[in-house]
């Protein structure tokens, strides 16, 4: 089964600064895609940003990026110019691409790693 | 517009009763699933469901119970033998294919008093 761990329970950064969020995960295949949600105070939960493994290009939305380490196993998330807005939970989660596999189609989260945005 | 809804938003339940809580998807998705959120801890899978009349069990199934006989539709319910109720449940929806992720619901706040 696959695990992803989030070792940073808690994160803050200044308005305007950069924070970088980690994630790794471990599994044993090699075709797979992950995600990075955003669980703000309305606890309502959206998608910040995608990646598919077998792209060795990182993905980028806006001000969100990611390191991905295929390699390591790790996907971060890179936050530039924070804003208040950003200020939430944040989830890293797996999904496994193996048509047919026994985890096909599901997501495997992380812990969440908090993050405060200060003025 | 199209998405995905969950009712009600907030529930209180007794000591012994059972519970079930809505979820319905308008945008033609395969899969749907449930996920408990506790303080502190991540998502966890209670069942997920990838065609209709067929559900399989999460990572913690114990004391939940679930039906699929419409593709728009995955009401879970909490029943009497699920120890800790109280938590906030997630519903979401996805096709198959890995690379959209899913869609998610608000969410539904469950108390035990």
């Known amino acids: 089964a696959q695990t992803v761990t989030q070792s940073q329970p808690e994160m803050s950064v200044q308005e305007a600064e950069t924070v970088t969020l980690s994630c790794t995960y471990d599994?044993?295949?090699?075709?797979?895609?992950l995600f990075w949600y955003k669980q703000p105070p309305s606890r309502q939960m959206i998608l910040v940003i995608r990646?598919?493994?077998?792209?060795?290009q990182n993905a980028t939305e806006n001000r969100f990026s990611v390191n991905f380490q295929k390699a390591a196993k790790s996907f971060s998330l890179k936050i530039s110019d924070s804003q208040l807005g950003d200020a939430a939970m944040y989830f890293c989660?797996?999904?496994?691409?193996?048509?047919?596999?026994?985890?096909?189609?599901?997501?495997?989260f992380g812990q969440g790693t908090i993050l405060t945005v200060h003025p | 517009d199209g998405g995905i809804t969950q009712s009600p938003k907030y529930l209180f339940r007794k000591e012994g009763q059972n519970v079930t809580l809505s979820c319905e998807q308008n945008?033609?998705?395969?899969?749907m699933y449930w996920y408990r959120q506790d303080p502190g801890q991540g998502l966890r899978l209670i069942y997920y469901?990838?065609?209709?009349?067929?559900?399989q069990k999460g990572d913690i199934a114990e004391g939940y119970s679930v039906s699929r006989e419409k593709k728009e539709s995955f009401p879970l319910t909490v029943t009497s033998a699920q120890k800790n109720p109280t938590a906030f449940y997630l519903c979401?929806?996805?096709?198959?294919?890995?690379?959209?992720?899913?869609?998610f619901g608000s969410g539904t706040r469950l108390t035990v008093v």
């Open positions: 979401a929806s996805s096709i198959l294919q890995g690379y959209y992720g899913y869609t």
């Open positions: 599994t044993s295949e090699s075709d797979y895609y």
């Open positions: 990646q598919e493994a077998y792209k060795q």
């Open positions: 989660a797996y999904r496994s691409a193996t048509i047919g596999g026994t985890s096909y189609g599901k997501l495997t």
């Open positions: 945008l033609n998705h395969d899969a």
């Open positions: 469901s990838q065609i209709v009349n067929d559900f």
